[in-house]
Structures are given as C-alpha cells and as structure tokens.
C-alpha cells in the first residue's frame, strides 16, 4: 500500500508561481513512475508531468516550458513547480504513483489561479 499526500495548492495571480510537493509513505525507488494529474471542474481528469525511477521526465503539451517536475529520493517527495500559471491552470491537482502496477492517488489539492 501506498499512500500519497499533497501539499502546497492554493489560490496565485496569473503570471505567478508554485510549487507542489507529493510526499509517499514508502521509499520512491521502488515506484516505477510517479505523475501529477489535474482536473479541472467538467472536465476529465488529465496527465500534468510525470517522473520516472531513472529520473526521465514527460510533460503535457500544455505545461510543457513551464512546468517541471522532480523528485528528491531522501524525502520520498516529488515536486511539480509551476511558473507563468494562467486561469487555464486552476484544478485539483492529484499526484498518482505506479508501483508494482498498481496505482496510487493522493486525495488533491487546489490551485486556482485568478486575479
């Protein structure tokens, strides 16, 4: 069992930065893969970033360039930082974890981005 706790949502102006952290119960070497989800409210739930074991990295589409995540093994805690964020941008962010092919899902947190 796994689980996954979110921290660091809350409310930002456009143009303006977070991050996120994802922090797991067990070691993070044994997950093969750990992503950021979000979704917002209507729509269905999206793949943000994820990171694997090795360390390589995807992005959406439409974070790519300003979103990166990370991971510190230490902590068993990844990361998603997030710049130039935009209305576009406010969800409930999930961070969901691969281990033994079995998924994970935190509970979420907020970000809406709004002036």
């Known amino acids: 069992q796994v689980q996954l706790v979110e921290s660091g949502g809350g409310l930002v102006q456009p143009g303006g930065s977070l991050r996120l952290s994802c922090a797991a119960s067990?070691?993070?070497?044994?997950?093969?893969?750990m992503n950021w989800y979000r979704q917002a409210p209507g729509k269905q739930r999206e793949l943000v970033a994820t990171i694997r074991v090795g360390g390589t990295t995807n992005y959406a589409d439409s974070v790519q360039g300003r979103f990166t995540i990370s991971r510190d093994d230490a902590k068993n805690t990844i990361y998603l930082q997030m710049n130039s964020l935009g209305p576009e941008d406010t969800a409930v962010y999930y961070c969901?974890?691969?281990?033994?092919?079995?998924?994970?899902w935190g509970r979420g947190t907020q970000v809406t981005v709004s002036s």
């Open positions: 067990v070691n993070i070497f044994s997950i093969y893969a």
């Open positions: 969901n974890a691969n281990r033994y092919n079995i998924y994970y």
